[in-house]
């Protein structure tokens, strides 16, 4: 694609760094983007707030652009219960339901050696320190049924039995 100007290329290289969306994808993204010129504006504006005011909630690791996340603060919440998830998409998905009342631990990603994710790269002392500083009285794993997933839920399970917390997992297996 030399026959583009540089800022079209550098576009089509930034969208293809999305999970999810590869080089022809993001061909189509950027010239559907250049042909809606307001578009583009109201995107970039709103990317420059995002960059400006979102970070990681200092309790649960979810991205707020508060002091605490929405869930945190709300005070309904049974904060004696924390829900492991991997990343932000689990929250959403566990909140659709409407049915789960206390709050989250997010780990930010899932026990990964081969793609340099070890325990130590994710939030797995900070979840120890909340338990240990809070009255937590059970921690559940909602952790993906991959290979990584059950990794790291075997790995919480381990280390939490040193805790006075009960530990349990999300049910698995056809509904």
Same mark, same amino acid.
């Given at each position: 694609?030399?026959?583009?100007?540089?800022?079209?290329?550098?576009?089509?290289?930034?969208?293809?760094?999305?999970?999810?969306?590869?080089?022809?994808?993001?061909?189509?993204?950027?010239?559907? %983007?250049?042909?809606? $010129?307001?578009? +583009? !504006? /109201? #995107?970039?504006?709103?990317?420059?707030?995002?960059?400006?005011?979102?970070?990681?909630?200092?309790?649960?690791?979810?991205?707020?652009?508060?002091?605490?996340?929405?869930?945190?603060?709300?005070?309904?919440?049974?904060?004696?219960?924390?829900?492991?998830?991997?990343?932000?998409?689990?929250?959403?998905?566990?909140?659709?339901?409407?049915?789960?009342?206390?709050?989250?631990?997010?780990?930010?990603?899932?026990?990964?050696?081969?793609?340099? %994710?070890?325990?130590? $790269?994710?939030? +797995? !002392? /900070? #979840?120890?320190?909340?338990?240990?500083?809070?009255?937590?009285?059970?921690?559940?794993?909602?952790?993906?049924?991959?290979?990584?997933?059950?990794?790291?839920?075997?790995?919480?399970?381990?280390?939490?039995?040193?805790?006075?917390?009960?530990?349990?997992?999300?049910?698995?297996?056809?509904?």
């Amino acid at each position: 694609m030399k026959h583009l100007p540089d800022f079209i290329q550098k576009l089509i290289i930034e969208f293809d760094k999305l999970p999810g969306v590869g080089p022809k994808t993001s061909s189509r993204l950027v010239f559907n %983007l250049l042909h809606r $010129k307001e578009d +583009i !504006k /109201e #995107l970039a504006e709103a990317l420059g707030i995002a960059y400006q005011n979102i970070h990681f909630c200092p309790e649960c690791f979810d991205l707020t652009d508060d002091g605490l996340c929405s869930i945190c603060k709300n005070p309904q919440r049974n904060k004696n219960i924390i829900c492991v998830v991997a990343n932000n998409q689990d929250v959403q998905a566990i909140e659709k339901t409407g049915e789960f009342d206390g709050v989250y631990h997010l780990l930010n990603g899932l026990l990964s050696p081969l793609e340099g %994710l070890t325990p130590d $790269k994710l939030k +797995i !002392k /900070e #979840l120890i320190t909340r338990i240990k500083n809070n009255d937590i009285e059970e921690i559940i794993l909602a952790l993906d049924q991959s290979l990584e997933g059950e990794a790291t839920s075997l790995y919480l399970t381990k280390i939490l039995k040193d805790q006075a917390v009960k530990v349990s997992q999300l049910a698995r297996g056809i509904p």
